[in-house]
């Protein structure tokens, strides 16, 4: 069922739906890193659809939000940055300067 879910993301239904999985992710990443990892492309899209995407980046709490940059910066960085770089590649100027508001701290 757990991979079922991160095929799936990011979904595309309720913001929180996101916000819930990433917080499923978090707690998964220290119990069960190599299914995180299997699934770092998915992961990585939801983070950066959380911070980046108009819409659902205005749904997420600015703590929220931090964590999800302190989750790229210690966990995709290091497992996922190709994803990440591919990601970022396609960001437009705002979104690049949301998601490094976010990383940097």
């Known amino acids: 069922m757990i991979e079922s879910v991160l095929e799936k993301c990011p979904l595309e239904g309720d913001d929180t739906e996101n916000e819930t999985i990433m917080k499923f992710v978090f707690k998964l990443w220290q119990?069960?890193?190599?299914?995180?990892?299997?699934?770092?492309?998915?992961i990585a899209k939801t983070c950066i659809k959380i911070l980046?995407?108009?819409?659902?980046?205005?749904q997420m709490k600015k703590d929220f939000k931090k964590q999800i940059g302190q989750?790229?910066?210690?966990?995709?960085?290091?497992?996922?940055?190709?994803?990440?770089?591919?990601?970022?590649?396609?960001?437009?100027?705002?979104?690049?300067?949301?998601?490094?508001?976010?990383?940097?701290?």
């Open 71 to 105: 989750f790229i910066t210690t966990v995709v960085v290091p497992n996922g940055q190709t994803y990440l770089q591919e990601l970022e590649a396609q960001l437009n100027e705002f979104e690049k300067k949301e998601l490094q508001k976010y990383i940097a701290q």
């Open 31 to 42: 119990s069960d890193q190599p299914t995180v990892q299997k699934y770092m492309a998915n």
């Open 52 to 58: 980046c995407d108009e819409k659902c980046a205005d």
